[in-house]
C-alpha cells in the first residue's frame, strides 16, 4: 500500500470537490460519520452471529468503520471557518481529485486509513522534532 496517502487531504478535496459548495462539505461529512457510524454498529451485530462467515463480515464491516473515523474526524476539523480553504491553498484539486478518487477504495481495506494517517501524523510529528 502506498502510504503517501494524506488522509486529511482525502477529506479536504473529497468535501471540496468541483466547486467548493457548502451542500457537499455537508453531504461528504454525513459521508463520513455515517459510513463509520454505520459501519460500525453493522458490523458489531454481524459479528455476534454465530457463523465463521458472520463473523468474518463483521470483522471486516469493524476495520472499514474504523477506516472511516479519520476521515470523519479530518472532515469535522475541516468545517471550521478557513480551514478547508487553508488545507487547500495551492493545491489543484482537479488534478488531486483523480488521485484521491481512486485512493477512496482503500477504505475498503480494513484500517489501511487508520494505518495511513497514523503513519502520516507519526513522520509529521518526527519532522517537526527534527527541524
Known sequence: ????????????V????????LVRRRAI??????????????????????G???RLTGAWLIGAGLNYAPLAAHALDLTRQGRLET????????????YYSRAQFWIMLPLAMVAADLV???????????S
Open 1 to 12: 500500500m502506498s502510504w503517501g496517502i494524506n488522509v486529511r487531504r482525502l477529506a479536504a
Open 14 to 21: 473529497d468535501m471540496y470537490g468541483a466547486h467548493g459548495r
Open 29 to 50: 461529512l454525513a459521508e463520513f460519520i455515517v459510513g463509520a457510524a454505520g459501519c460500525l454498529a453493522l458490523g458489531i451485530i454481524t459479528v455476534l452471529h454465530p
Open 52 to 54: 465463521l462467515y458472520d
Open 87 to 98: 488545507e487547500l491553498r495551492d493545491v489543484d484539486v482537479a488534478a488531486e481529485a483523480g
Open 120 to 130: 502520516r501524523r507519526a513522520s509529521a510529528r518526527s519532522g517537526a522534532r527534527s
